[in-house]
């Protein structure tokens, strides 16, 4: 047997920029960025592609990102900016995708262009597959403007589409020429939105960073509050404990089975599912976060005192720790479904992270369903 | 203005193995890489899909590959080998993608599954392609069936269909697991397939490796005999040249606007295009060469001697160097706007490979139209 071995690595960089009012022609921060990017001869392209939930109360983001671009030379603004709808109905619709591949090859953006994302992590994640699969890729710049994106989403690798109603089927690993979050845009986010893009610091802290969960439950108040400079801290130590887990933890595409940032998550998707999105991701997660909490201590892995703040955290947040849909009657339950499905997009052996201390994760690969079955039960009567 | 900074680096390692009869049970080359690949706990799928070009040859295919598994543990066959029309047309049609993409969902193929295409270098795009997007991309194997895809695009890193169109408009980069090249399956190529597979030889040789030409001009009579050794070798040289490059140029996801690869390509993906893929592809990249090694002596840039020795070659090898549709009228011409189309799916500056020499490439990034109408001319009217 004979052969030929290929073998290469593929170097990744991109930079996280925490912002305000990113298109006032004042901030230097995205033309910067651009000018970085500039090449003699070559007048790349910009294409807008914007969440509506964005527009409806930023209305006046075209004529400011036009003016933006006035003063910036080597790159072309393609005049109209598209709007999309905003939520996870945008990852829902095959139409919307091949109308924005389509609006890319009608404005011939090409593999030096950008196409510039702005929106929740749904539209992002619509936006980053369009652009991950036109010409084989073409450069795309983040900008997020929830909770959730800026501190989660919109920060990694990853991004996709659901497809028969299996959340995130298709999509790719590509990670972005440049993020920029904008405090500016939080504003004026539901409570609903910014309360549950809060959910993926505690997940993080849970696993990673016991201080940063001291930090949450000192700030609670501020933080239910909205209180600015808290957000920023909280989105910000996010945002940074999940690029390190991607950049440092030796897998950033994925290809073990091995997903501690998943933490809270298994049953957390089968819920968005079984609600129909009803249920935001965060306030999924929370619920998610609660139910492998509880798993934890009922299987001796984690100390009642933990367990206790976890969920205190969590109400405080004004988080939710219970569905309905959430009842395991016997093993042919949706959510004990969700375990399965959970294991299969992941690949391999089932894995799953628990807690062995607030800050500690751990991994196991079976879940007993009678003491699952317990703790759905707790959540649904005990708090 | 702070920012968090993101920096990573992923390896990519595979083999292109060269083999006979590959799933005769005798041979173990399959199973030894599967079980390299074996973990513990682990059940690992294999779906097949394979071009209908080569069951149509090679109908014992089903029932060897059935009998071939019968001794490989940790593995799990879908024992249905799902067939596929061969062919470009196979990459024109969005519902075949997504007929294979739900196959993969109802098979429940994870991200410890592989997909293996075997086929031409349209089946393989297309499998590749499904593979690189669901669940965020599944591992994939490519046993290629065409001199093309044995010597070029199977041990590549490319996938992608065609789009409104437009060639490879939607794809991505993402290497196999593995690759093994049966020199079985191309006992049972069309004359024109096989002939036609030559000419991404004669490219690489000529940007790249003098002696390799030398040896094809010295062979060109047992070549065009398919003479099965001549042919390996030829395979075998054109693969290694190509796989050095994407390895060894520092940019196997092309994201500069360099392709020396793509020598003789630009005004070939227009006349495939313009001939509704009449044209195979190998037999439009030989009028490409034709062309831009006429126009390289035109400039000057190449000597007369190389481009007669260029043109014997390709005669002998009987590879056409002239159609109809390359014919400029003016800068309307449908050929000429195959430039443009060039440069806009590379990005960037428009970056032509030319000729210096016999194994020496050499980037223009501009086309002077009356220079190319007189090579257009010549090679319609004097060879
Ligand atoms: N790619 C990843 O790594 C990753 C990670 C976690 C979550 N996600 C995905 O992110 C999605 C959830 O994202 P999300 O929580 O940001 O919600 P979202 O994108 O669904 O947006 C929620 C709502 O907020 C609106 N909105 C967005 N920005 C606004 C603003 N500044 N002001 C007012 N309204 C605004 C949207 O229009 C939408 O109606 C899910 O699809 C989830 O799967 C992806
Ligand atoms: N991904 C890349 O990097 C890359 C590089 C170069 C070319 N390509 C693509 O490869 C495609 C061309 O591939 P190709 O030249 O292999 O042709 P092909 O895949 O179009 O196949 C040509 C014909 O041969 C048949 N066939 C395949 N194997 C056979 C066998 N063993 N016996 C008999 N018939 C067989 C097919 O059914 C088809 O009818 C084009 O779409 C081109 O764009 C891709
Ligand atoms: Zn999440
Ligand atoms: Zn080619």
Known sequence: MSYIQQSFSVQFEYKVFFTEKIFDTANTDFANFLESRAEKGIRKKLLFIVDDGVTKHHDYLQDQITAYFENIDGFELIQDIIVVPGGEASKNDLQLFYWLVNTLDQHAIDRHSYVVGIGGGSVLDLVGYVAAVSHRGVKHIRIPTTVLSQNDS?????????????????????????????????????????????????????????????????????????????????????????????????DPFESGSSRPL??????????????????????????????????????????????????????????????????????????????????????????????????????VHSIDLAILRKAVNMLRDKW
């Open 154 to 250: 919109g920060v990694g690798v990853k991004n996709g589409i659901n497809y028969h109603g299996k959340k995130n089927f298709l999509g790719t690993f590509a990670p972005p020429a440049a993020v920029f979050n904008d405090a500016t845009f939080l504003a004026t986010l539901d409570e609903r939105d910014w309360r549950s893009g809060m959910v993926e610091a505690v997940k993080v802290a849970l696993i990673k960073d016991a201080g940063f969960f001291d930090w949450m439950e000192s700030h609670a108040g501020l933080l239910t509050q909205a209180d600015p400079a808290s957000l920023q801290y909280l989105i910000r130590r996010c945002a940074e404990l999940h690029m390190a887990h991607i950049g440092g933890a030796g």
């Open 262 to 363: 998943d933490f809270g998550h298994w049953s957390a998707h089968k819920l968005e599912q079984l609600t129909d999105f009803e249920l935001r991701h965060g306030e999924a997660v929370s619920i998610g976060i609660a139910l492998d909490s509880v798993y934890s201590w009922l299987t001796g892995m984690l100390d009642a005192d933990s367990l206790d703040r976890i969920i205190k955290l969590l109400k405080e947040l004004r988080l939710p720790l219970y569905h309905p849909l959430l009842e395991i009657e016997d093993d042919q339950s949706a959510i004990v479904a969700g375990l399965e499905e959970f294991r299969e997009h992941l690949g391999g052996q089932l894995t799953i992270s628990l807690l062995r201390a607030i800050g500690k994760g751990q991994e």
